[in-house]
């Protein structure tokens, strides 16, 4: 046995370093598609729309102006913080359920 990779030979770890290659290239590719997409969110039944991207970066914020009302600030407040945190919560998502179709729900860190 001296000598031996206990990884089963050259021709296995050749074949093991090329899967890791190809998993790689997957990975930076769905982290790129992630980057680019959109995803939307509502809140106050849909007066609240706000937009992210995958990267957990706020694109845009609409307000219904009926929501609008200068005597409730706060309630406005609210809502559009409700709004921003599911919008991450749906990139956060989106990132994990792309994720783990390449990497078979291994938890990679940094990913």
């Given at each position: 046995?001296?000598?031996?990779s206990?990884f089963?030979g050259?021709?296995?770890m050749?074949?093991?370093?090329?899967?890791?290659?190809?998993?790689?290239?997957?990975?930076?590719?769905?982290?790129?598609?992630?980057e680019?997409?959109?995803?939307?969110?509502?809140?106050?039944g849909?007066v609240?729309?706000?937009v992210?991207?995958?990267?957990?970066?706020i694109?845009s914020?609409?307000?219904?102006?009926?929501v609008?009302?200068?005597?409730?600030?706060?309630?406005l407040?609210?809502?559009?913080?409700?709004?921003?945190?599911?919008a991450?919560?749906?990139?956060e998502?989106?990132?994990?359920?792309?994720?783990?179709?390449i990497?078979?729900?291994?938890?990679?860190?940094?990913?």
């Open positions: 046995m001296r000598g031996r206990p089963g050259g021709q296995n050749n074949s093991m370093m090329k899967q890791m290659q190809k998993m790689q290239k997957q990975i930076e590719d769905a982290q790129k598609e992630i680019e997409t959109e995803v939307t969110a509502t809140a106050g849909g609240i729309e706000v992210a991207n995958g990267k957990k970066e694109i914020i609409s307000i219904d102006k009926d609008v009302d200068p005597e409730d600030v706060e309630m407040q609210d809502m559009i913080v409700a709004g921003v945190n599911e991450i919560r749906a990139a998502k989106l990132s994990e359920e792309k994720m783990s179709k990497t078979g729900g291994l938890n990679i860190p940094g990913l």
